[in-house]
Structures are given as C-alpha cells and as structure tokens.
C-alpha cells in the first residue's frame, strides 16, 4: 500500500524505505521503528502498525485529509460480524464494532426546504443519519479528534466523485453551504456510530470511515422515496390542500409496516425521520424497519400543510382530505420565453413535469425547454426535438417536423384557449403518462417555470 507524499516527507530514510515496499516485512520494519503493539484484540489480530498509528505518532489528533484528492486512497476493511445481533435488543455487553451502542437505534431523516428552496421539486432531500440510544435521547460530538473539516476532499481522495455528485443534487444546505452542512453531519451524529470507529477497522487508513458513512446514507435515501409514497396515496405538494397526521402516516406505514416520525414548522410538513435497528456494523450489517424509539412527532393531527418547493410559507389553507380538489393552480406571472421547465399541476397540487419526450413524469429530473416567439404565440422545443399536439397528443421529437404554436394564459400553457390537458391516470414510479389535449380521467394544467 503506497504512502502519503506527507508521510514520506517527514519520516528517516528507514521508515520510507519501509513504507515503499507493500510487503509484511516493510510494515514489520515500520512497527519496530514506532513500537505500535496496542492495537484492537478483536478487530486486529495482526501486531502490525496501522498508517492511523503512525500518523498518530506523527500528527497527533490533526484533521487531515493525507491522501490528494487526485489519488484514490486505499481503505482497510471494517469488522467482520460472523454473528451479528439486533441493535436495541441486546442487554449484555457487545462487540461494539458489530453492534452500534449505545446508539442503536438509526434515523434516516429527511428534509422537505420550500423556502428556499433545497433539491429537485419532486424529490425530498437529506438531512443525516442519527444513533439514538433506543429510548429516545442521544449523544453528540462524541469524538473532537474527527470533527473533519474537509469532508469533500475526503471523499475525493477515496475515489468517492459519483457520490459527491449525488450528494451535490440530494444533500443539500438550505443556506447553500454544502460542505459545512455535512461535516456537521459527520461532527455531531457520525463520530456517535460506535462500528464507525477507527479501531474497528483492519488495516484502517485515514478518515476510510468517511466513505462508509456517507455511502450508507445515501443508499438508505435512495430506498425512501417519500415523494412518491405520499404521492401515490393522493398526497400532493399544494398551497390550498391540507391533511392529516394519520392520513400521512397510513400512506408511509402501507409501503414500510412502520410508523415514521413527522417534523412540521407552523403547521407545514418538512421532515420525515426513518427508524431503524441495525443487524450487525453500520457499515455491513442489515437495516430493519423499525417503530420511532419515542414520541417525536412535531405536526398537529390535523391541517398539515405539504407545500409545493418555492410557495410561500404562509398560505391560505381551504379543506383537509386524503384527495386533491379545486384546480386552481398558482401563476408564477412568468412568461414562455427563453428556457425553463414544464411544471404540472393537477386538483391544484403540484404534480411532476413534462419530460423531453412530451410526457407527464412524477420522478427524476425535469427538461429543459425552450420557447421561441412564433406568428401569434411561441413554439417550445427539447432535447429530443420540436413538441406538436400530434393525432391530440404532445409529442416531443424528430418526428415533429412543424411544432406547434402554442399560447399562453398567464404561466399555464394553452391550445386552442384550453388551459387543460389530460392524461389517462397519474403517474407512479417510473411510469410515464401521456398528455392529451382531448378529454380523459385525469385533468391537469401545464405551467412554465423559467430558469
């Protein structure tokens, strides 16, 4: 295993001449130098130093990222857990590298930022991964000598740039700062993560810990969709439609057979917490659904505003149900012009968008159009090509030879006069859902959101 040039610059010729060969005998030679024996019993069987001993020697507890972020570093392996036991059900003293105590039981929590805005309009984002103590109080800043301040250099160096880039999409700071938003993340909730310690790791290099932490969390986000479970019971972002606590928890209780914790500001919903108990390493082990270790919730039980992203903080509500009624939906006052996305609102709740192809998506990522002036409206057009109301449908693409000429009445999109298009259903999960300018079940408005 290659060294750090940091390392290298600062050890005798001995050492660095250990360093640099990757066999049992270089690290031997290291070990006899900084007479490193006190390594983990359980974790470590091999008396040979780990590069987190020397560069304890050397650095202290500094926070630094000793890998360059154009190298990926390699990592050691965490605690093999052959016969892992449940977190919060275990009362007798554990391994605590295969079994997360005190904090055993972990939040998956999310964020749901209107204003300002955080993530795509269709997509919740995250908020962190939190150990509880199984009765519902906690610990915090568990571990000073890890508080790392470069947590984006740190997954550099790990080769982590995919995950980066997920995190730069779905992790974000409602007041823009990214990275000092994760490394409080890390600080006060990951360092509590007792298999996340360094001495839980064979061969563990610097801050390896890291990646396992953020990877983690990320792929339990990606598994809570939370937009699409309220969304395929009928519950839609809107500034008029209001519901109840119960009617939240029954759409979220019905994909995952356990309750969730809600957190709302004045009366609007904004966070979902996800309870768990771990099988084994956080790293490693399996994540089982499980039942809040308390009482959290902070919505009433009923009234529950869930506001579209970028609606104001304020709004009128008019009724509470399960259903969206009351289609008027909101003008923006902005015009089709210039690029911008393709919003869809039906019963008056935000609802998706259009896609490059012309149909009605409630999941990933909106596309970009353009409007151009054209005789007495515009023309709009996509990736995919020119869009045309086609045999009553919108289509998007090279075969649309001659776009149509759209209007507009206000921010809502309009053909012939008509504000309304349709679709057969909405759409769920991957489904796309056709957009028809002639009648069928689902009605729904079209509105421009410039960019």
Same mark, same amino acid.
């Not at 550099?156 to 995919?162: E, F, I, L, M, R």
């Not at 600080?187 to 983690?216: M, R, W």
């Given at each position: 295993?290659?060294?750090?040039?940091?390392?290298?610059?600062?050890?005798? &010729?001995?050492?660095?001449d250990?360093?640099?060969?990757?066999?049992?005998?270089?690290?031997?030679?290291?070990?006899?130098?900084?007479?490193?024996?006190?390594?983990?019993?359980?974790?470590m069987?091999?008396?040979?130093?780990?590069?987190?001993?020397?560069?304890?020697?050397?650095?202290?507890?500094?926070?630094?990222?000793?890998?360059?972020?154009?190298?990926a570093? *390699?990592?050691?392996?965490?605690?093999?857990?052959?016969?892992?036991?449940?977190?919060?059900h275990?009362?007798t003293?554990?391994?605590?590298?295969?079994?997360?105590?005190?904090?055993?039981?972990?939040?998956?929590?999310?964020f749901?930022?209107?204003?300002?805005?955080?993530?795509?309009?269709?997509?919740?984002? %995250?908020?962190?991964?939190?150990?509880?103590?199984?009765?519902?109080?906690?610990?915090?800043?568990?571990?000073?000598?890890? *508080?790392?301040?470069?947590?984006?250099?740190i997954l550099?160096?790990?080769?982590?740039?995919?995950l980066?880039?997920?995190?730069?999409?779905y992790?974000?700071?409602?007041?823009?700062?990214? &990275?000092?938003f994760?490394?409080? &993340?890390?600080?006060?909730?990951?360092?509590?993560?007792?298999?996340?310690?360094?001495?839980?790791?064979?061969?563990?290099?610097?801050? &390896? *810990?890291?990646?396992?932490?953020?990877?983690?969390?990320v792929?339990?986000?990606?598994?809570?969709?939370?937009?699409?479970?309220?969304?395929?019971?009928?519950?839609l972002?809107?500034?008029?439609?209001?519901y109840?606590?119960?009617?939240?928890?029954?759409? %979220?209780?019905?994909?995952?057979?356990?309750?969730?914790?809600?957190?709302?500001?004045s009366g609007?919903?904004? *966070?979902?917490?996800?309870?768990?108990?771990?099988?084994?390493?956080?790293?490693?082990?399996?994540?089982?659904?499980?039942?809040?270790d308390?009482?959290?919730?902070?919505?009433?039980?009923?009234?529950?505003?869930?506001?579209?992203?970028?609606?104001?903080?304020?709004?009128?509500?008019?009724?509470?149900s399960?259903?969206?009624s009351?289609?008027?939906?909101t003008?923006?006052g902005?015009?089709?012009?210039?690029?911008?996305?393709?919003?869809?609102?039906?019963?008056?709740?935000?609802?998706?968008?259009?896609?490059?192809?012309?149909?009605?998506?409630?999941t990933?990522t909106?596309?970009?159009?353009?409007?151009?002036?054209?005789?007495?409206?515009?023309?709009?057009?996509s990736?995919?090509?020119?869009?045309?109301i086609?045999?009553?449908?919108?289509?998007?693409?090279?075969?649309?030879?001659?776009?149509?000429?759209?209007?507009?009445?206000?921010?809502?999109?309009?053909?012939?006069?008509?504000?309304d298009?349709?679709?057969?259903?909405?759409?769920?999960?991957?489904?796309?859902?056709?957009?028809?300018?002639?009648?069928?079940?689902?009605?729904?408005? %079209?509105?421009?959101?410039?960019?």
């Open positions: 295993m290659a060294w750090p040039r940091l390392l290298r610059g600062i050890l005798d &010729e001995r050492v660095q250990a360093v640099e060969s990757t066999t049992r005998k270089a690290a031997a030679k290291v070990a006899s130098i900084f007479s490193s024996t006190s390594l983990h019993p359980d974790i069987p091999s008396t040979l130093p780990s590069l987190r001993s020397v560069a304890k020697v050397v650095f202290g507890s500094a926070q630094l990222a000793l890998f360059p972020a154009y190298q570093a *390699e990592a050691g392996s965490p605690a093999s857990c052959p016969n892992p036991q449940l977190s919060c275990n009362t003293a554990a391994n605590t590298c295969c079994l997360n105590a005190p904090g055993g039981q972990l939040l998956q929590t999310q749901w930022d209107t204003n300002p805005v955080t993530g795509p309009n269709d997509s919740w984002t %995250i908020h962190g991964l939190w150990p509880d103590h199984c009765d519902g109080t906690y610990d915090s800043y568990c571990d000073t000598t890890r *508080e790392y301040t470069n947590i984006t250099a550099q160096s790990y080769g982590q740039q995919s980066l880039d997920y995190m730069d999409t992790w974000k700071d409602q007041g823009g700062d990214d &990275e000092t994760w490394e409080h &993340e890390w600080g006060k909730h990951a360092t509590c993560i007792s298999t996340l310690d360094p001495d839980c790791y064979t061969d563990y290099t610097p801050q &390896e *810990e890291v990646p396992d932490f953020f990877n983690k969390v792929s339990l986000f990606k598994g809570l969709d939370t937009y699409q479970t309220l969304a395929a019971a009928g519950i972002p809107s500034t008029t439609q209001t109840t606590s119960a009617q939240i928890q029954a759409a %979220i209780y019905a994909v995952r057979g356990h309750d969730v914790t809600l957190g709302c500001s609007a919903l904004d *966070e979902v917490w996800y309870h768990y108990n771990v099988q084994g390493s956080v790293q490693t082990g399996t994540f089982i659904a499980a039942d809040p308390g009482t959290k919730s902070t919505c009433p039980d009923t009234g529950v505003m869930y506001l579209p992203k970028g609606s104001s903080s304020s709004p009128a509500p008019t009724s509470t399960g259903t969206t009351a289609p008027a939906p003008s923006t902005a015009v089709f012009s210039g690029k911008g996305y393709l919003d869809v609102t039906t019963g008056g709740s935000s609802a998706g968008c259009i896609i490059s192809v012309g149909t009605w998506f409630m990933g909106c596309a970009t159009f353009i409007a151009a002036a054209s005789a007495d409206g515009f023309t709009l057009t990736s995919k090509g020119n869009c045309g086609v045999g009553g449908t919108l289509v998007c693409g090279s075969s649309v030879s001659i776009p149509t000429v759209f209007s507009a009445n206000g921010s809502n999109l309009s053909v012939g006069g008509n504000t298009f349709y679709s057969d259903s909405v759409p769920a999960g991957t489904k796309q859902g056709n957009v028809y300018t002639a009648s069928h079940a689902t009605t729904l408005q %079209i509105e421009w959101q410039g960019l």
